[in-house]
């Protein structure tokens, strides 16, 4: 199976301004079209999965935002992950 590194770069809640990067490999491939969707949707599920506050509303914003916030991406739970194809290998940790 192979590996993947998803390097997502983040907008943390400081400050739109300061912009950084996390990561977090994972044993999977994302699918050859459209990843942000994809990713999107995970985040959706895992947002929906763990009751996080507010779900119902982040649920409905654009993928690009929902993929760009370490919040949500952080907060989808590890099942969730493995349900949608991807066994994580470790953390999420940051990246520069």
Excluded: C, K
């Amino acid at each position: 199976m192979p590996r993947v590194t998803l390097r997502i770069p983040m907008i943390t809640n400081t400050s739109p301004l300061e912009h950084r990067q996390i990561s977090r490999e994972f044993q999977g491939a994302l699918p050859a079209v459209e990843p942000i969707a994809f990713l999107a949707s995970v985040i959706r599920d895992g947002l929906q999965t763990a009751h996080y506050p507010e779900h119902q509303r982040l649920i409905e914003l654009s993928d690009d935002y929902l993929v760009s916030q370490i919040a949500l991406v952080s907060a989808v739970p590890d099942d969730v992950w493995i349900r949608n194809g991807f066994v994580p290998l470790g953390e999420w940790r940051p990246d520069h």
